[in-house]
């Protein structure tokens, strides 16, 4: 698989997914507001990914701070984090990911700003590399949950685009696929910005999974015709009392499990869970602009020039239509998470 994030030579590439599937390009950020940007355009997105993005961003981002002075390094260093912290309000990870490149930075007190330069660019790599290793323990736990002959429904893309590598919800269904398991994955296109039918379909073709890809008003009717045996879906928050913030539709298809008796699981790591934050009711939820509705990709209108558009980038999934929580510790449900992980 293309790594969806990665530093070289001094530079922090991406695949860009905006291009993706007719294009399979790569921007070389060479300073942190190229980051920054990508990262606001969703050339690189999911929760994960925003994360070991933003970390890479704020090393990177500390490469072209010139002064020797340890203090003035870390006063320098403050607005980088800033800018890279205002691109997206929801994904946690984002703002895990900087804090724990400013507790890095605080940690190396003393030592040479060449030092702290190269420690932070180590740092990011460690997160990066923790966040595969986390899918693929996510992964071996959830693959139980999935038998031979299953056919799963996902939303939106968490997989290895919108990881380190791997994925969360597509890790947990590779893992399964790589134990021999005979199984079908179902892609909602998930609109407006398609990351089903343009990220999830295409990212499981190149691993040779069977997908099949629906519209999202579709998944009702195949979960009334028994098509569907389980959802797995990733995750952009989940708050202390176990509801979960995740790609606007997220909701609509646990309401559906719920009501046909489908477990319905999310797949998230450790950096996504917030429990500062108390209950899904406070989460500030990400509002797009109007055009990713109205047009097609800054192509054609879809819609009447200037007609009201309301677009909420996500929704939240209460605690109590999720079957249990998939995370590298094991499985649990929503109400354990705070104890497991506090
Ligand atoms: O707007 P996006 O594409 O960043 O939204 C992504 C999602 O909602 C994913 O499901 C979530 O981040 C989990 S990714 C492992």
């Not at 994360?51 to 090393?59: E, I």
């Not at 597509?170 to 790589?178: H, P, Q, S």
């Not at 009717?221 to 879906?233: A, D, F, N, T, W």
Request: with cysteine.
């Amino acid at each position: 698989m293309i790594p969806t994030v990665e530093w070289k030579d001094g530079a922090v590439r991406l695949l860009d997914q905006s291009r993706l599937p007719e294009h399979v390009e790569f921007i070389d950020c060479r300073d942190y507001q190229t980051v920054a940007a990508a990262i606001r355009e969703l050339r690189v997105r999911g929760a994960p990914a925003i994360g070991v993005t933003a970390a890479m961003g704020v090393a990177l981002g500390a490469q072209g701070i010139g002064t020797v002075d340890y203090d003035s390094f870390v006063k320098a260093l403050g607005p980088i984090c800033d800018h890279l912290a205002a691109t997206r309000p929801t994904a946690v990870n984002l703002f895990w990911a900087i804090e724990r490149m400013k507790q890095t930075l605080a940690s190396l007190r003393g030592r040479s700003v060449m030092d702290v330069k190269r420690a932070l660019i180590e740092e990011s790599q460690r997160i990066l590399d923790e966040d595969i290793a986390m899918n693929k323990a996510m992964g071996r736990h959830g693959a139980v949950l999935i038998q031979d002959g299953h056919t799963i429904l996902t939303h939106c893309n968490a997989g290895a685009l919108a990881t380190a590598g791997y994925g969360t919800a597509l890790g947990v269904i590779r893992a399964a696929w790589e134990q021999g398991k005979k199984i079908r994955v179902i892609a909602d296109e998930t609109r407006p910005v398609l990351q089903g039918a343009r990220l999830t379909a295409w990212e499981l073709m190149q691993d040779k999974i069977p997908v099949t890809l629906i519209t999202d008003n579709m998944a009702g009717s195949l979960m009334r015709q028994g098509l569907i045996h389980l959802c797995v879906v990733g995750a952009d928050r989940i708050a202390a009392n176990g509801d979960v913030a995740n790609k606007i539709g997220t909701y609509s298809v646990a309401v559906l499990a719920k009501a046909h008796h489908i477990p319905f699981y999310v797949a998230a790591p450790y950096s996504t869970i917030d429990l500062a934050t108390p209950s899904g009711d406070h989460i500030t939820i990400e509002q797009r602009r109007p055009e990713e509705i109205t047009s097609i990709f800054n192509g054609p209108m879809i819609a009447p020039k200037g007609v009201t558009v309301f677009n909420p980038a996500f929704d939240v999934t209460p605690a109590e239509l999720i079957t249990a929580i998939i995370t590298e510790r094991g499985i649990f449900k929503p109400n354990e998470l705070a104890k497991e992980f506090r």
